[in-house]
Nanobody
Framework: VQLVESGGGSVQAGDSLRLSCVAN????????FGWYRQDPGKLREFIAI???????TYANRVKGRFTISRDNYRNTVYLQMNSLNPDDTAMYFC???????????WGQGTQVTVFA
């Protein structure tokens, strides 16, 4: 399994970015995918998740600003981030959740930096 994130960068507060995560080696259309972020010295933080039935869930601090979506034909999960602020600065990671019966996976991350 390989998860490859892209789309990060350095932006000004109020700007938007769209992150992408290409997933290989998974049954994409039946899989659950999540986005997390982490600042150095802090715990990894849940951002959003998309289930195979189309349901999505968001962390309260990004609800209304971020949108997670998926393209089952391109094996890609997206995170559209609007109204970015400096508190959104972090490394963003794509995730396939694990369970007692299967292993979970992480991508290598993509850095997002938001300047005031």
């Amino acid at each position: 399994v390989q998860l490859v994130e892209s789309g990060g960068g350095s932006v000004q507060a109020g700007d938007s970015l769209r992150l992408s995560c290409v997933a290989n080696g998974v049954a994409f259309s039946t899989e659950t995918f999540g986005w997390y972020r982490q600042d150095p010295g802090k715990l990894r933080e849940f951002i959003a998740i998309t289930y195979d039935d189309g349901r999505t869930t968001y962390a309260n601090r990004v609800k209304g600003r971020f949108t997670i979506s998926r393209d089952n034909y391109r094996n890609t999960v997206y995170l559209q981030m609007n109204s970015l602020n400096p508190d959104d600065t972090a490394m963003y990671f794509c995730n396939v959740p694990g369970s007692p019966s299967k292993k979970g996976y992480w991508g290598q991350g993509t850095q997002v930096t938001v300047f005031a």
